[in-house]
């Protein structure tokens, strides 16, 4: 008998019945954790010796779950899956993952991601590929490439990732799981480490939406060492979840999601552009109002530029702490400049230099304005239009992506221009600071695809129980990766 | 030919009257055992943020009042991003000018030599300091106690016209720091820093055209008042002679370094060379809102600053204009004072003590008021001692003397050398009329018209009573009783 693969409520029930001990569950978890290493690649530790946790009436006691690798925690190696912090055991755990230990909670291992986050595709980071569950010879996406293919997996439950352009959202698609990223503050990112602070989230990926609140409940709070974070403890989630959206309003966007917009489209993008249109009448069978919107394609067209013009300049910033002095191997080096210059030169990957060049570049004074101060521009102007559909509509609802995983042979990095506002707009989800969640609803080529539900700020609760009741009507909630033959 | 000199100052003074650093919960102690006030944050372990110290923002509004600059709507940090071994997070939480720092276009008059001046305030920043480095042959070592403690950046605009000006402002603003309760604002312990710029031109030219000024050149790291002295003459010497020697015009716009050993300004970068610091705004900081009644209330807790003390004492006090400058020199002194008076002791006694006798043996002692074993509650007994004519002021001097070395109270010494005055008439009289028994010539003498021998007899009574004897009542009484022989 097995428990990982079930939904926290079903293991907690099961834990208070006296049917399994933590101690079992933990066993469990780990057993599944050399496996799926084996597999796929997806852990940066596995904590073979971890203690059991007394089962409690919080709901997360005793339940094993994963961090991903660029979450501090004290006395556990965290890497960011980056070389130059291969051997960093921090001092300080981040005060999301206390939230949870304080539930109760454990932690059996610590999951690969892009170096950083800053990537897509899960293939960066420095222990190597990470291979999808479902099929090794495609992606998970990324950058929460481990915690996705651990939970699609069955490892357990749960597992906390960060989004800072879909780095939740994608890999929770590519595995057909479920990916939650709250609104921007409800979860301290104090602990995090930083990719680019005004659009990176701390959130979940999980097997079902109510699993997401559960799990948000237990990682959010406001949080002295994060003067981002607000005080959402009148805010419950999980509780709140009642599945009644019969009125409830949604628009979907004319230019992302009409299959005559791509005038190349292959098989796969019709397959999912198909499936997205059959979820949209899901909704409207459920009682809701679905509306398609048009907005103009030269706004959306800007989205990714934005993105990579604002998220490397952050970065290039956020990771100058980056030196081997004071943590991260000490370079060698005649002076401290070289011995700096020696460091990041060996510990980087070829795309985060790539990014801090871009990152010095926009933010350089003679091109401040024209790159760096445009994008902040534009994407006030883009979460301006996303706050006045807002106005009209509870939550937008958009395909993720442009079809299932991804090769990872050939395709990699390479964006088809055609289809890159599809593969970007989670990031408005960044922009705007919006909540944001993924789910699965189908197949394409025997692989999930998802779909994306995203809400005004502080509206957590109405985007939830729009994927609550849209998941109780499709056949996709807990599923497990299969792997295709 | 003459030469006008324009110089303008950037004065940093480390704000440290604040509990704790301005975005970490460390002490703010920077003299404290190295390395000993550090949080995570201090060391820029990833994963922190910064937390903005509200005190330290209460100060710097404060500050920000007093030099008459405009505050602005909303506060704003911003990152300055380079690298160098002291500061780990490889940027400095500052403020720029755009959006507004804590101040904005101030003036501030001020005295040089008696003579009112004025100068006008470009912006006043509030910023994090840097940690410290010492180098040795073998190596360098850094104290984090200073990293992150709070830092008031005051950017002059070219308004000095010497040296003397340039001084006489720091000292100016030093006293402003002390009596506003912000800093200490003490170069010994490196808490004021400066960076000098001055340029010359044409006497006949009119300087408030900025097209006839001269090439600016920026002095760096000029760590104490008499430094900035120095090196403004020295750099104004070095540009006259440039100029004789007709070589003016090929200097280039320039950054220095002042070399306190050599007494001489040393090249550092010419402007070309300047770094980028590539600002952005800082997006762990929320903007915060600054509220009109905050400001009121910052408003109206200015404490009294030194030039209100002044004209009080010379007011209200009698105190002489001369007096009155010595007592308000130093925070401590005119605190000194002040206490004395509340105590209930004579103003002008006060003063005399404290100007006449206190600051010049503490000066010889190498101590400040604060470490003076006489304390203001000593000071007003004495004081009360000798217009209660307890002692004579003769006796007073030898008390105030032993106070001070042994911190007894005057009251304690006079008892145990019986220092107590005879002031009991009756016992005066007894005295007087043993002594004219004893001196019958002498009363001869003084009929016979030598009557200036009465001070040989006064001085006989005092003798005979140890000093004991209340000169003044010893003379009347003299008087009278010589008369009556």
């Not at chain 1, 509870?394 to 395709?411: C, F, H, Q, T």
Request: hydrophobic letters at 35%.
């Amino acid at each position: 008998m097995s428990y990982m693969d079930k939904t926290i409520e079903e293991v907690h029930e099961a834990l208070v019945k006296g049917e399994v001990t933590s101690k079992d569950l933990i066993k469990e978890a780990l057993e599944k954790s050399h496996e799926v290493q084996e597999k796929c690649n997806a852990f940066v530790t596995i904590m073979d010796d971890v203690k059991e946790e007394k089962v409690t009436d919080e709901l997360l006691s005793g339940i094993p779950y994963g961090i991903k690798d660029n979450y501090s925690t004290k006395g556990i190696l965290s890497t960011g899956s980056s070389n130059t912090l291969k051997d960093y055991v921090p001092f300080f755990t981040a005060t999301a993952i206390d939230n949870l230990a304080k539930k109760g909670a454990v932690a059996v291992n610590k999951t690969v991601l892009d170096e950083f986050g800053m990537g897509g595709t899960g293939t960066t980071g420095h222990t190597g590929i990470v291979t999808n569950p479902w099929d090794k010879t495609r992606m998970c996406a990324g950058s929460s490439a481990g915690s996705a293919a651990a939970v699609a997996a069955g490892v357990y439950p749960y597992a906390t990732g960060s989004d800072t352009g879909d780095s939740i959202r994608k890999p929770a698609a590519y595995c057909g799981i479920v990916g939650y990223k709250p609104t921007y503050g409800m979860i301290s990112r104090y602990g995090l480490f930083p990719f680019a602070s005004s659009l990176d989230h701390c959130g979940a990926l999980t097997r079902s939406v109510k699993d997401a609140a559960i799990v948000v409940d237990g990682m959010k709070g406001i949080d002295k060492y994060d003067m981002t974070s607000w005080d959402s403890s009148n805010m419950h989630l999980y509780e709140s979840i009642d599945g009644k959206v019969k009125g409830k309003k949604l628009c979907y966007i004319k230019e992302l999601c009409d299959i005559n917009m791509y005038p190349n489209a292959d098989a796969e993008l019709k397959a999912h552009l198909e499936n997205f249109m059959k979820t949209i009448e899901k909704c409207k069978n459920l009682g809701m109002e679905v509306t398609e919107e048009s907005v103009d394609m030269t706004l959306l067209s800007a989205i990714p530029s934005v993105y990579v013009v604002i998220s490397c300049a952050e970065a290039t910033s956020n990771m100058s702490n980056l030196t081997g002095f004071i943590f991260g191997p000490r370079a060698e080096g005649d002076k401290w400049d070289t011995e700096m210059k020696n460091y990041r030169t060996k510990g980087f990957s070829p795309l985060i230099k790539r990014r801090f060049v871009i990152g010095s570049y926009v933010l350089q004074a003679e091109n401040k304005d024209r790159y760096f101060h445009n994008a902040q521009r534009v994407r006030r102007l883009v979460v301006d239009k996303w706050n006045e559909l807002f106005e009209k509509y509870d939550a937008v609802i958009l395909p993720v992506g442009s079809g299932p995983a991804k090769k990872l042979e050939g395709s990699k990095d390479a964006l088809d221009k055609n289809t890159a506002i599809l593969e970007d707009h989670l990031q408005i989800g960044n922009f705007g600071g919006f909540p944001s969640i993924t789910i699965p609803n189908g197949f394409v080529s025997n692989l999930p695809v998802g779909v994306n539900i995203t809400g005004k700020c502080y509206d957590d609760i109405n985007v939830l129980n729009i994927a609550y009741a849209l998941e109780s009507s499709m056949g996709y909630k807990n599923q497990i990766a299969r792997e295709v033959k | 030919m003459g030469y006008k000199v324009l110089i303008g100052l950037e004065m940093h003074c480390e704000i440290s009257n604040t509990k704790t650093k301005v975005f970490s919960s460390a002490i703010n102690g920077y003299s404290d055992k190295a390395n000993t006030n550090i949080r995570p944050v201090d060391m820029a372990f990833p994963g922190t943020l910064p937390v903005v110290n509200k005190e330290a923002v209460r100060l710097s509004l404060m500050a920000s009042m007093i030099l008459g600059c405009t505050q602005p709507e909303y506060l704003y940090f911003e990152r300055k991003n380079y690298y160098y071994p002291d500061l780990p997070k490889g940027f400095q939480i500052t403020q720029e000018t755009k959006p507004a720092p804590i101040g904005s276009y101030g003036k501030l008059e001020y005295e040089v030599n008696g003579e009112k001046k004025s100068v006008r305030i470009n912006n006043l920043h509030l910023e994090e300091d840097a940690a410290s480095s010492d180098h040795y042959a073998s190596g360098s070592r850094i104290n984090y106690n200073r990293a992150g403690v709070p830092l008031l950046e005051l950017v002059t605009e070219p308004d000095f016209r010497s040296a003397d000006e340039a001084v006489a402002f720091l000292e100016t603003m030093r006293s402003i720091y002390q009596y506003a309760d912000i800093s200490e604002a003490d170069s010994k312990k490196g808490q004021v820093r400066c960076d000098v710029n001055v340029s010359i031109m044409e006497d006949n030219l009119d300087e408030n055209d900025p097209k006839n000024w001269g090439t600016k050149i920026e002095i760096k790291n000029v760590n104490s008042f008499g430094g900035v002295r120095d090196a403004i003459n020295y750099e104004i010497q070095r540009q006259i002679d440039l100029k004789e020697d007709g070589k003016y015009d090929e200097m280039p716009q320039q950054t220095r370094r002042w070399d306190e050993e050599s007494g001489t300004t040393i090249y550092m970068r010419s402007k070309v060379d300047a770094i980028d610091y590539k600002y952005f705004v800082e997006p762990n900081i929320p903007k915060f809102k600054i509220s009109k009644e905050w400001l009121e209330e910052i408003r109206k807790s200015i404490p009294r600053l030194a030039f209100e003390r002044k004209e009080q004492y010379i007011n209200e006090y009698g105190v002489s204009e001369y007096d009155a400058t010595i007592l308000v020199k130093e925070k401590p002194v005119a605190d000194f004072f002040e206490k004395t008076i509340s105590l209930g002791a004579n103003p002008k006694s006060a003063s005399n003590w404290i100007t006449t006798n206190l600051l010049g043996n503490l000066n010889k002692m190498e101590l400040t008021i604060d470490e003076a074993k006489l304390t203001p509650e000593h000071l007003a007994e004495l004081i009360k001692m000798v217009e209660d004519k307890e002692i004579s002021s003769q006796q007073a001097k030898g008390v105030f003397t032993e106070s001070l070395e042994t911190g007894k109270s005057p009251h304690d010494i006079a008892a145990e050398k019986g220092l107590k005055q005879i002031t009991d008439e009756g016992e005066i009289v007894k005295i007087t009329n043993e002594v004219l028994d004893e001196n019958p010539d002498v009363i001869k003498q003084y009929k016979n018209g030598k009557t200036n021998m009465v001070n040989y007899l006064v001085g006989q009574v005092m003798k005979k009573t140890g000093g004991k004897a209340n000169p003044s009542l010893a003379r009347d009484v003299m008087a009278k009783e010589i008369e009556k022989r």
